[in-house]
């Protein structure tokens, strides 16, 4: 097993408003991912994946709402995030890495009719589990993200790209902050840099930006696939992105244009904030989650 690193759990005491029970998987590797299961066991499960540099403590004002409505809610730690272990080496990570390990734990869960909430990250993941098994799921949210396929990076993606190599500091809390409209408290910020004691426990944070399939990269075939796959995925698929986002704006364009549970979706909608909408508009959020989990028929 490569070398790993796990948090201490004393770094997640008393976080605010994140009461859940840890669960936990290991992978085939020996890599153990940390998630939340929240709600009925024989409710619709809500997949809730997030992105970079964040972790499940993102979808903590969204679980209650959608738990409520009487739906279970998954929400799992990416490796090299959250709870979950942490490789130390940047070398170490792969996008197909990345979807693989999430497929071996959604494999492991047995689930129906899922509904897949995504952001960032969350999306390039998620929508390649859409992509490779479109039978179990039964509708998308996507806010804020996309399934790049080798297009020319923003320029301000390209900075963030920059930033996240090379700067020698890399303050977790302070980038979920500067992209969040709404100013967090102290404990929120620290709730946020609560996995990454050391600086080689980042290493997956800092390299994700550099495995976004921009430009060249080895991961653009099995993104093409995975197009294909969703241009016959004529299941809800919801865009809900927001407002002030200056890197993902305008990216729900593709999915509207050649995804078919898109095409004629009326739930469609901006949300108010920045590219953290989870922190921003977590209402709206899980609004647009029911509403395409009821429009599924699940």
Partial sequence: MPLAYRTPDHRFSNLPDFPFRPHYYTLREGLRVHYLDEGPRDGTPVLMMHGEPSWSYLYRHMIGPVVEAGYRVLAPDLIGFGKSDKLTKKSEYSYALHVAWMRDWLDSLNLQNIVLACQDWGSLIGL????????????????????????????????????SRFSPVFPVGAILQKATIRELSKAEVAAYEAPFPTGKSKAGARIFPSLVPLGRNEAVPDQERAWKKLRSFDKPFTC???????????GDAKFRETVPGAKDNPLHRA????????????????????????????
């Fill in 240 to 250: 809900a992105f927001s407002d002030g986002d200056p890197i993902t704006r305008g």
């Fill in 128 to 163: 390649r589990l859409v992509a490779d098994t479109p039978d179990l799921f039964a509708g998308v949210v996507l806010s804020n993200g996309g399934l790049p396929a080798g297009e020319p990076a923003p320029r301000a993606f390209g900075r963030w790209r920059r930033f």
């Fill in 271 to 298: 949300l108010k904030g920045h590219h953290f909408i989870q922190e921003d508009d977590p209402e709206g959020f899980a609004a647009v989650i029911l509403e395409t989990a009821q429009r599924a028929g699940v």
